[in-house]
């Protein structure tokens, strides 16, 4: 990325700017160690954190992921995962406020069914618009349907974030053109999570016009977490990149890279 990108290419929510547009979660590394190396090398300013299954603070003696991921260097985007009704997920919410000193930005996320792991979009809606009206920035896990995508905004939503395929499941994006329309509908910031497997899907997420893409299984569960980190930082960057370029029509036949009009023969 250029320099002047760097600077001005901004990512913006609630309020804060950031550089990177990869946001990456913590889970299913194999120790924290393991954890801050990834992070660090995938250049991600956002780190979302799953309150209900990792401490923050609640459980006194036991470590603390805050410890290797220090909030004066990552904002922390406390998440609802595991969380399959309206008011677990409030109560988590209200939980991750308290611990971090009334921190107010959160990932809200309702899951609807254990095997999929789709989002239950009644009950989002619902969460969504009681921790709205107690002052959440919400950033929302949602499906890939752009009315639901709408209606999340109109609520009052931040940012808007829709599968790309199941969780954890590395299918990569199985429906661009919702994606798109998503994308081209939205005032807020739109980014892909859930689904991606390695760096071209991340590509694919920006090429569509999407400000990010959250990710957290597919650096996790890579051979190699810290290359694939990194690998997932560079994507980023080039999908955003090409999008910004703007790409060539895709034509049915040749065009010849040389134009043949005026040879001399």
């Known amino acids: 990325m250029t320099i002047e990108m760097q600077t001005t290419d ?10 990177s547009r990869l946001l990456v979660g913590t889970g299913k590394y194999k120790d924290m160690d393991e954890t801050a190396r ?9 780190v979302t954190i799953a309150v209900r299954r990792t401490n923050i603070g609640q459980t006194p003696g036991e470590p603390n992921i805050l410890d290797v991921l220090p909030p004066e260097r990552y904002t922390i985007l406390p998440n609802t995962a595991g969380c399959y009704d309206a008011e677990t997920a409030i109560r988590t919410c209200r939980l991750a406020r308290e611990l971090l000193d009334g921190h107010n930005l959160v990932k809200l996320e309702v899951l609807g069914d254990e095997k999929t792991l ?45 599968l790309a395929a199941p969780i954890g499941s590395g299918l990569g994006i199985r429906n661009p053109l919702n994606i798109r329309t998503i994308v081209e509908n939205a005032k807020v910031p ?25 990710m957290n299984t597919a650096i996790a569960a890579a051979k190699n977490p810290v290359l694939m980190a990194s690998a997932m930082r560079k994507a980023i960057e080039a999908g955003r990149e090409a999008y910004l370029a703007g790409r060539m029509p895709a034509k049915r036949f040749a065009s010849a890279s040389s134009p043949v009009d005026g040879l001399f023969f």
């Open 118 to 162: 789709f989002p239950d979009v009644i009950a989002t809606l619902k969460a969504a618009e009681v921790l709205v009206n107690d002052g959440f920035n919400i950033m929302v896990y949602t499906n890939d349907d752009p009315i639901i995508a709408r209606e999340l905004e109109a609520i009052g939503c931040i940012v808007i974030m829709p």
């Open 10 to 19: 901004l990512l913006t929510i609630a309020g804060k700017t950031y550089h």
């Open 190 to 214: 739109v980014l892909v999570d859930a689904g991606v497997g390695t760096a071209s899907d991340a590509a694919i997420a920006m090429e569509l016009g999407c400000d990010g893409v959250l």
């Open 38 to 46: 990834a992070i660090a090398a995938s250049g991600a300013e956002i």
